[in-house]
């Protein structure tokens, strides 16, 4: 007998159970700089499920994919944490449940 | 191993290239000259590059092109948006000219992220591809995140900021999932392959994978357009946002979240309609619904223009539910009137602040009718677009939406929407109702003299609005034949 | 000077577009003067209302009785997509409301001379904007134009109410105007756009143009849909009984010259809208919802004038005993015969002429006491005899006592009624009881009994631009009371022309499928009276 | 010539638009020259017009002239048009006639008050309204006149427009007519509605074609009208208060010309109503009951005016009874010699009124037969007429009337013994009016004495001629049981309203009418085996005794024993109370319907208009706009509740397509 | 037969370990309250997913995830909590509030629907680049290769993005100007 190799769809639940988990820190944390993170973590797990298309169907698409939300999410994570930086300069705190000056 | 380059068509993509060109001088001078005084030439430089880029988008109109490797076309739906793009970006500076140094905002900045914006919005016009049009829309947000907070020391700007970005990356989060499912269930990024691919296989349209994925870029589209329930940051955001930007997020934004939307669920989805249409139906009626009904009990204009921009969203989504072709011209159409009179009234927003006092209550709008004669008229005829009174160029978008929607028989949504224009009469009437009926309980004055660049942002915005609505119909057969290549 | 003749010459082909956009041409003249120059500003506007009113009058004189069908057509694309047309023309129906508009319209700036000394250019230029819009929708054979008309209207008479309306209530009612009228058209419009796609799917033709949808046959149970969302928007316009709520507060609040118009000319769009748009589009329906329309127009009429019996507030009175009038309209129109529907037009330009007189008599004496109380006057015949003259026949017109206008359109509408249904005239007769009761009532506490109140003591009478306002009137007043084939003979092929069509095409659409909602025997019993009349006729 | 006939009323509307334009400018003597000449035309060519057709053979005694189209529409056409035959130009005369002398009158009468031009105005257009009323050739015209007239008298009646009681009353004469106008407009419908035209002519031509019970309804609807202006039960009210006005008003409107519109009207329409018996029962009854009724009640009253105003009521009740036993020409002979001489009373009583500087109350009077001599010798004949004393005018019209009663098919004992007290009745209370005023010691104040002083010239010659009128006036139609007869008057109408003899054989079909008449004829007891004319002779006989008795009643009351008035009300207090307060209906009327429907109107502006209708418009808004101040809070601008927000939208969009995966 | 079976077995107990790991690490980044903690066991989940990348056979991107996310933005993230010092977070516990266990609720039904979507694996079109084609052509020269050639333009178009990014956060956090206080 031969063991079936790993299926891809145990990577994709991987995958989604990684994107939940992001979820749940955007929707719980107060530190704005943790719920960023938590949204990095969901772009990764989005990177995993890409990653597993692109091997289950051998298609480069998926990879060079990744490649570029990674671009991307470097990006947001250059221009995110400036906006944390000036947020915390001008109103000395980054607890997203502290921050509702508008509302309504 | 043998390296094939694909063709390599510039003209395609100049006006994007020229844009980013003029951004990066734009950027270079501004580090050059000191903001002590105003930077206005740089604003009047980026002008300059919107008009060049203008003049090599038009010839486009006529041609159906694809290029890198299917990337990015060159079809009379992306142009369209890019010319709504382009007039959309020059009104945004034009009516940034002045507000910049009174808001104390960096301005070679400022300038060049605009023009990457509309890079970014017109990339997302143009894409084939769902990376394309990922990394269009990032580019956009990524910029837009940084100008709603560009007003440095400015409490509401940094918290627009800081919400505008933590929800835009959420949303991307469900986009990008979205994107993976798309081509995980076809094995393909190119939209017209992932369409023939459906086409291909029947059992596609089974398949939950895909069907979940459409879920997810729903999110992920409908947070850009301000979609309910993804539309809970845009009255915070628009309040916080420099006033300018506000605009330029209002109309470009939602254009491009638009054009994407349409692009991606028609040309590459076109199959799943019957799956959407339902779920789109309830969306766009409460969207229109929560927009009005809120918008009505705002006492500050900038959140009732948001509010107000949802509910128009609403409309379009109306038009998008309907899904014929008069649908999809009809919010090309109703998207172009809607940036001239929304940025209209966000001129007079800025016209009517001054440094210190932004006077944005509604409240502030008391008697200022006969004050500033033609700022109040300019004021009512915008808000009587929005209204939909003829002949004003709102009414003829509603026109054509309702229109669609009576086409493709979606009678009731059709009703839902007039009565909900008719209830929105009611607080767009209000502000004339303040500007013309009541006494003004406290003067505004000392308001910075009107700039030219502004001026000409209101006739350009009153003559687009009276245009589109006494003469649609070179406008709407241009959407018409620019939706060709789409369906 | 060559030139200047070829340019008339241009403009009488094109004489209705002239007729519509004169006063928005008088308006930008406006826009020029400075505001300070109020007696300059007042000639222009008095200058190009005349105008607009002496163009119009050839209309009268050219337009041949004998033709059936639209007269002055001018037509010219305008969206080409959908086939909206610029269609234009007018009717023996549409001419005399025409008239009416432009007639009013000149009164309405002599009357509001003195009254308006603030913004007066604002004023006029809403004034003259209003005239446009209101002459547009009377002449637009296009659907959608005429909605564009419709709309326009709805603005400078929001502006009117709200910025020289009475400072108590104005904003309420103009807001409530406008937003009352608008939730009634937007349903219209929805309408209009089925009703172009049911043609279009049927006869392949894409257009608005109302003549071309006169002939599609439309399947019953849409026409009921559609007959409906027309009748809102108009029956909210007219307004017929449960709808008329916005009204009072609208005459009230409005300055004087803006109740003139509203209930001349504004009221008069939706009847008019009916006569034109909604009963030949749909006559199945029509006739379907007969009984119901009638009963509410008499219940209107009877309605109308016990409220305005009560009344304490001249303008609020004048206000309910329009609804009460209006009843009459569109009772005699769904009578459908010859007397009760040439009755009901004829009432329309009676009520125009007669309460329109009434609202600017009441703002002579609001202009001197600044109060509209009836308990404020009495005894005012005393110190002003001419105005107690002018405000007695008037009164008597709006009775409808014989030799008044009012009498003719009243009694034809009875009889009209009478023919069609006995039942409806007998009932509605009594809104001719109650209609003196009340006017006179009125009257009485006005201009009769002791003065009381020393401020009337020292009232002036007319002056003479007051009388000048007032002479037309009463001269028209008793003119279409004793000589009314002037105007009848205008009217009478094209009203022949609308019953027979509307007949022609409701048997049409009774074969087309059979009935649901409509009560058979009413709608034959119509017929029958219709055909008995019209073998008469 | 006839083709000028409208020059009859046009001179009285030339009279009134000068007057009304100019009246204030021009001198007071012109003004009344103006007025009382338009009047005094068209009285002159009524005249010459009343020759002409009098050569002409009584067939072809009947001329129209079309002046022009008026309202036309579709099959609907009427014309301003007027006819003349011998019912239309005897109107005339004693319209124009009559109205003259009260101008002149007028002149005198009115001299002195402030709205002398308006007066002269109002009345000449009257007159116009008058004559367009009887001259009509169509029932449209002829509702012209018919509300015309109605203006006029509301003008007249509130001409002193300070008193409230005078508007008040003039109100109330314009609403109650148009209750009645309402039903003759019905009427109106009717006939065209079933005949397709409203000319005269035409109509009495193809009436015969309709069937009987649609002419009983067009014919009561009519009658209702006739109700209304003749006040006659149950719309009879505003003709008291209507003494509110000037006394020639009272004497012209409300006694010799306007309030017999409905007995013209009804003669006018005779061929409808010999054609419909149930409607001239009606007609009779309502006559009979209404001329006992007023009666009653004037036998109680104090005031002058009022004694006369329900005298005549009950003279119109007379006037009808006589049309509602078919006996037209009757009613219109009494209707003409009523208009001399009650027109003559009423000028009486304001010469009597201008002698006491105003008074009214016959209480405050007395012992005026010698003061006003001219005024009291010109009254008694009058009296005397209107109580039917042998040889006066009254005398031949009342009994006339009463023997057609009696004698008709249409006709009835009972109607004929109602008739008869009512006569009884009138004789008392005119002489009681009479002896009151010009007999015993005078009650007035001093100072009132002290003025007292007969009328000018002006005034007292028309009371001349109208007494001489008043006393000739009857022999124009006297019975034929006199000398043969010398039934002037019938034979003139004859053409128009057929002879009574025709009227009988036409009309002797209606089953109940002949029952009555066999039993009248075989019936027991006086009648029997007499023959026609000493029946009518013995009939007279009664009346003019009873009428004699009501005169001795009133000498015995009013001038032997002035005690016994007042022992008698103690007696028959009820009785008494009930009359003096005239049978408490103007109380009724108003609490029934002008009260119920005020406060039907306050109720529906108040509850209805104000709660339900705009309730509901402003409710909806306020909804919606509190919908939205809840929604808004979902806004809390907390960044996580937003994305919580987006997860549940994404949640439930989701799950849609998962349960639409499932289940598809 | 038989080393293949093994190879399978390892691959699956790799497989297992690093999900569960990236799991594990992943619930305590949520949870932690120390932000410092949360960062470094987001590294760890990081470096859990390259692993399974590796698994994946796409070296390069792993190389790329550690690099990247694990290095560069990481350290950046790690920097700014140290820059702000947060200890108030510390001292404030966690506010775990009603909505906030609807909103995992919320996530967790969410997920349901995803592994409903995924659990049947990907239906796409298969292309040509199999794992031995890309692994004898060296999977670094065939990214390499797409990314200049049919990749072209996303390549230039995150350049801008780049640019744009980068003087974003310039422009956000650079002193306000001299002489504009």
Redesign the interface.
């Known amino acids: 007998m031969t063991i079936p190799s790993i299926p891809p769809a145990a990577y994709l639940i991987v995958g989604a159970i990684l994107f939940a988990i992001g979820a749940i820190g955007v929707l719980t944390r107060r530190n704005g700089i943790i719920v960023f993170m938590s949204i990095e973590l969901m772009l990764n797990s989005v990177n995993v499920s890409l990653i597993t298309f692109s091997h289950a169907l051998n298609s480069m698409d998926g990879i060079l994919f990744v490649f570029f939300v990674m671009a991307v999410s470097a990006a947001e994570a250059g221009v995110g944490l400036a906006i944390f930086v000036q947020l915390y300069r001008t109103k000395e705190t980054i607890n997203v449940d502290e921050i509702n000056l508008m509302r309504w | 191993m043998n390296i094939s380059i694909p063709e390599i068509n510039f003209s395609i993509i100049a006006p994007e290239l020229i844009l980013s060109a003029f951004g990066l001088v734009i950027l270079l001078l501004g580090a050059f000259f000191s903001e002590k005084r105003g930077n206005d030439h740089l604003g009047y430089i980026s002008l300059l590059g919107i008009v060049v880029a203008f003049f090599f988008t038009v010839p486009l109109m006529e041609t159906s092109q694809h290029a890198f490797n299917n990337m990015i076309a060159a079809d009379g739906f992306g142009v369209f948006f890019k010319v709504t793009f382009l007039i959309i970006a020059s009104l945004t500076v034009l009516i940034s000219i002045g507000y910049v140094q009174r808001a104390d905002i960096a301005s070679g900045e400022y300038y060049a992220l605009i023009m990457f914006a509309t890079v970014g919005m017109m990339l997302m016009a143009a894409a084939t591809s769902l990376l394309t049009l990922f990394l269009g829309l990032e580019t956009m947000s990524i910029s837009i995140y940084v100008l709603a907070g560009i007003m440095r020391g400015d409490k509401k700007s940094i918290e627009s900021a800081m919400k505008y970005f933590i929800l835009g990356a959420f949303a991307t989060g469900f986009l990008l999932y979205g994107m993976a499912m798309v081509y995980g269930s076809t094995g393909s990024i190119i939209l017209e392959e992932i369409a023939a691919y459906i086409k291909s296989k029947p059992e596609l349209l089974r398949s939950p994978m895909i069907i979940i994925g459409i879920a997810l870029l729903t999110i992920g589209f409908g947070f850009k357009v301000a979609m309910v329930p993804f539309h809970m940051w845009t009255p915070d955001v628009y309040e916080g946002a420099p006033t300018s930007i506000t605009a330029f997020m209002a109309t470009g934004v939602k254009a491009a979240g638009f054009a994407g939307f349409v692009r991606v669920f028609f040309s590459a989805l076109g199959p799943f309609q019957p799956d959407w249409i339902a779920i789109m139906w309830v969306l766009a009626v409460a969207t229109m619904t929560v927009g009005n009904v809120v918008a009505i009990v705002q006492t500050n204009i900038k959140r009732m223009l948001a509010y107000s921009s949802i509910a128009h969203a609403g409309y379009i989504l109306v038009a998008f539910v309907a899904g014929n072709d008069l649908g999809t011209a009809s919010i090309l159409f109703y998207l172009l009137v809607y940036a001239f009179m929304n940025i209209g009234a966000f001129t007079i927003v800025i016209l009517l602040g001054k440094k210190g006092e932004e006077n944005v209550l509604i409240s502030d709008y008391a008697g200022i009718g006969f004050r500033y004669p033609l700022l109040g008229v300019s004021m009512t005829i915008f808000m009587l677009s929005m209204a939909g009174i003829p002949p004003l160029g709102g009414f003829m978008g509603k026109f054509y939406v309702f229109s669609a929607a009576v086409k493709a028989k979606y009678y009731w949504l059709a009703i839902i929407g007039v009565l909900n224009s008719a209830v929105s009469v009611y607080y767009y009437l209000r502000v004339t109702v303040l500007m013309y009926f009541r006494e003004p309980e406290r003067e505004i004055t000392g308001l910075t003299p009107f700039s030219l660049a502004s001026r000409i942002a209101v006739i350009i915005a009153i003559g687009g609005v009276l245009y589109m609505g006494i003469f649609p119909a070179n406008v709407l057969a241009l959407a018409k034949r620019s939706i060709m290549g789409l369906m | 000077m060559n030139h200047l003749l070829s340019i008339i010459f241009s403009l009488l082909d094109h004489f209705l577009t002239t007729i519509v956009f004169l006063p928005i041409v008088g308006a930008i003249i406006l826009l020029l003067i400075n505001k300070e120059k109020h007696s300059a500003i007042r000639i222009v506007a008095l200058v190009f209302s005349l105008a607009e009113f002496v163009i119009s009058l050839p209309l009268f004189f050219l337009f041949d009785p004998k033709i059936v069908g639209m007269q002055f057509v001018e037509k010219a694309r305008w969206i080409p997509e959908y086939g909206i047309t610029y269609h234009l023309g007018i009717d023996g129906i549409s001419l005399l409301l025409v008239l009416l508009t432009t007639f009013l319209t000149v009164l309405c700036i002599l009357s509001s001379w003195s009254a308006i000394t603030v913004r007066v250019k604002e004023y006029m230029i809403s004034f003259l904007f209003l005239e446009t819009g209101m002459v547009g929708a009377f002449v637009a054979l296009d659907l959608v134009l005429f909605y564009v008309f419709w709309e326009v209207m709805l603005i400078p008479m929001y502006l009117l109410i709200g910025v020289w309306g009475d400072p108590r209530r104005r904003i309420y009612a103009a807001v409530k105007f406008f937003i009352y009228t608008m939730a009634g058209s937007v349903l219209m419009l929805i309408a209009i756009l089925v009703l172009y796609f049911i043609n279009l799917r049927s006869t392949g033709a894409a257009t608005f143009d109302v003549l071309e949808l006169y002939k599609t046959v439309i399947p019953v149970g849409t026409q009921y849909w559609l007959f409906a969302a027309f009748a809102v928007a108009f029956a909210i316009k007219v307004p017929m009984f449960p709808f008329h709520t916005w009204l009072p507060d609208a005459h009230t609040e409005a300055p004087t010259a803006g109740s003139v118009i509203l209930a001349g000319v504004l009221l008069k769009m939706g009847t008019y809208g009916f006569i034109r748009f909604a009963m030949p589009l749909f006559p199945k329906a029509a006739m379907a919802f007969l009984p119901l329309i009638c009963v509410l127009a008499i219940i209107g009429i009877i309605y109308g004038a016990l409220v305005s019996m009560m009344q304490v507030d001249l303008k609020r009175l004048v206000a309910f005993s329009s609804v009460s009038h209006l009843g009459y309209v569109m009772l005699g129109m769904f009578a459908l015969n010859m007397q009760g529907v040439e009755g009901s037009i004829y009432q329309m330009l009676n009520h125009g002429v007669s309460t329109g007189s009434l609202f600017l008599l009441v703002g002579m004496i609001y202009e001197r006491r600044h109060t509209r109380m009836i308990a404020d006057f009495g005894g005012l015949s005393k110190v002003m005899p001419v105005f107690a003259v002018i405000f007695m026949i008037v009164t008597l017109s709006s009775i409808g006592l014989p030799g008044t206008n009012g009498f003719v359109g009243e009694f034809l509408i009875l009889l009209g009624a009478f023919r069609s249904r006995t039942a409806y005239g007998v009932v509605a007769a009594t809104g001719v009881i109650l209609g003196a009761a009340y006017m006179l009532w009125m009257f009485q506490r006005v201009m009769f009994g002791e003065i009381k109140n020393p401020e009337n003591m020292k009232l002036k009478d007319l002056s003479r631009r007051e009388i000048a306002t007032m002479i037309p009137m009463v001269l028209l007043i008793f003119v279409m009371g004793i000589y009314p084939k002037l105007f009848f003979a205008k009217m009478d092929v094209s009203v022949d022309h609308f019953l027979k069509a509307f007949k022609a095409k409701y048997e049409m659409s009774v074969e087309a499928s059979a009935p649901r909602i409509v009560s058979v025997r009413s709608g034959e019993n119509t017929l029958e009276g219709k055909a008995s009349s019209s073998q008469i006729d | 010539m006839l083709d000028y006939m409208w020059l009859v009323p046009l001179f009285p509307a030339v009279g009134f638009i000068t007057n009304g334009l100019m009246g204030r400018k021009i001198p007071r003597r012109l003004v009344g020259l103006i007025g009382c000449s338009a009047i005094g035309l068209s009285f002159l060519f009524s005249l010459l017009l009343l020759f002409e057709l009098i050569g002409l053979p009584p067939a072809n005694r009947h001329h129209e002239v079309e002046i022009f189209d008026w309202v036309v529409s579709g099959s609907f056409r009427t014309v301003i048009g007027y006819q003349l035959d011998p019912l239309s130009i005897l109107m005339a005369l004693v319209v124009s006639g009559v109205s003259f002398f009260i101008h002149i009158y007028s002149i005198g009468y009115m001299h002195g008050d402030p709205g002398y031009p308006r007066y002269f105005t109002y009345l000449n257009l009257f007159v116009f309204m008058m004559l367009n009323l009887v001259l009509a050739n169509n029932f449209l015209l002829m509702f012209v006149g018919w509300e015309g007239v109605g203006l006029c008298s509301y003008l007249l009646i509130g001409f002193w427009f300070e008193k409230d009681s005078a508007s008040n009353a003039g109100k109330k004469a314009f609403v109650v007519n148009r209750v009645g106008d309402f039903g003759f407009l019905l009427g109106i419908f009717l006939i065209f509605t079933s005949l397709g035209t409203l000319d005269f002519t035409e109509v009495f031509q193809n009436a015969p074609s309709l069937d009987a019970s649609l002419v009983t309804i067009i014919s009561i609807l009519l009658f209702i009208g006739a109700t209304g202006k003749s006040a006659q039960l149950p719309l009879y009210v505003w003709l008291p208060d209507a003494m509110e006005g000037p006394t020639p008003v009272s004497s012209l409107i409300h006694a010799a010309t306007m309030v017999t519109a409905g007995v013209y009207m009804i003669a006018r329409c005779n061929v409808l109503y010999s054609m419909a018996p149930i409607a001239l029962t009606i007609v009779a009854a309502i006559g009979v009951a209404t001329a006992i009724y007023a009666a009653s009640i004037g036998l109680t009253q104090n005031d002058i005016k009022r004694v006369l105003a329900y005298s005549t009521i009950s003279q119109l009740g007379y006037m009808f009874l006589g049309v509602g036993v078919g006996a037209y020409s009757s009613g219109m002979f009494h209707l003409m010699t009523h208009a001399f001489f009650k027109g003559l009373l009423f000028l009486g009583a304001g010469s009597v009124m201008h002698a006491m500087s105003g008074e009214l109350d016959m209480r405050k009077m007395g012992g005026l037969r010698n003061r006003i001599p001219v005024t009291f010798w010109t009254f008694v004949p009058a009296t005397l007429a209107i109580a039917g004393i042998p040889g006066f005018s009254g005398f031949f019209s009342k009994d006339e009337i009463l023997w057609q009663a009696y004698s008709s098919p249409h006709g009835h004992p009972l109607l004929w013994a109602v008739g008869v007290i009512a006569a009884g009745m009138t004789s008392f209370y005119m002489f009681r009016l009479l002896f009151m005023t010009f007999f015993g010691e005078s009650r007035a104040p001093e100072e009132v004495k002290k003025h007292i002083h007969e009328s000018p010239r002006v005034m007292t010659i028309p009371l001349g001629i109208l007494s001489v009128l008043s006393i000739i006036g009857g022999y124009v139609g006297i019975p034929h049981v006199f000398w043969g007869g010398f039934n002037k008057i019938g034979e003139f109408l004859a053409p128009v309203v057929g002879s009574h003899g025709e009227v009988a054989a036409g009309h002797a079909q209606f089953s109940l009418q002949k029952l009555a008449y066999a039993a009248e004829q075989v019936g027991a007891g006086a009648g029997h085996g007499l023959n026609a004319a000493s029946m009518e002779l013995i009939l007279m006989a009664i009346s003019v005794i009873i009428a004699l008795t009501g005169i001795f009643i009133a000498y015995v009351f009013y001038i032997k024993r002035p005690e016994l008035p007042a022992l008698l009300a103690k007696k028959r207090k009820i009785v008494y109370t009930v009359l003096v307060n005239k049978y408490f209906v103007d109380e009724i009327y108003g609490f029934s319907f002008v009260d119920s429907l005020k406060g039907l109107g306050t109720g529906l502006w108040r509850g209805f208009d104000d709660q339900v209708l705009d309730g509901t418009v402003n409710g909806v808004a306020r909804m919606i706009i509190g919908f939205g101040a809840i929604l808004r809070r979902t806004q809390t601008g907390f960044v996580q509740s937003y994305a919580f927000g987006m997860m549940i939208g994404g949640l439930i969009i989701m799950g849609y397509y998962v349960i639409r995966a499932i289940f598809y | 037969?038989f080393e293949?079976?093994i190879s399978?077995?390892f691959?699956?107990l790799i497989?297992l370990g690093t999900?569960s790991f990236?799991?594990l690490a992943?619930?305590l980044?949520?949870t932690r309250r120390n932000?410092i903690h949360?960062?470094l066991f987001?590294i760890f989940?990081?470096l859990c997913?390259a692993v399974?990348?590796l698994?994946?056979?796409?070296p390069?991107?792993a190389i790329?995830?550690v690099l990247?996310?694990a290095g560069?933005?990481m350290m950046?993230?790690v920097f700014?909590?140290m820059?702000?010092e947060?200890e108030?977070?510390l001292r404030?516990p966690?506010?775990i509030s009603f909505?906030?266990g609807?909103?995992?609720l919320?996530?967790?039904?969410?997920?349901l629907?995803?592994?409903?979507?995924?659990?049947?694996?990907?239906?796409?079109?298969?292309?040509?680049?199999?794992?031995e084609k890309?692994s004898q052509?060296g999977s670094i020269?065939?990214?390499g290769?797409?990314?200049?050639?049919?990749?072209?333009?996303?390549f230039e178009?995150?350049s801008?993005?780049?640019?744009?990014?980068?003087?974003?956060?310039?422009?956000?956090?650079?002193p306000?100007?001299f002489?504009?206080e």
């Open positions: 037969m293949q079976n399978i077995i691959q699956w497989f999900a990236a799991i992943s619930i980044m949520v932000p949360s960062a987001l989940t990081f997913t399974l990348f698994l994946l056979e796409s390069f991107i790329i995830q990247v996310y560069a933005i950046l993230i700014v909590i820059l702000l947060l108030k977070e404030s966690l506010k909505s906030k609807i909103g995992v919320t996530v967790l039904l969410t997920m629907g995803l592994f409903f979507a995924v659990f049947a694996g990907p239906k796409g079109a298969s292309g040509e680049y199999t794992s890309v052509l020269k065939v990214v290769k797409l990314l200049f050639t049919e990749y072209l333009l996303p178009i995150v801008i993005l780049l640019l744009a990014a980068i003087v974003g956060a310039i422009v956000l956090v650079k306000r100007p002489g504009r």
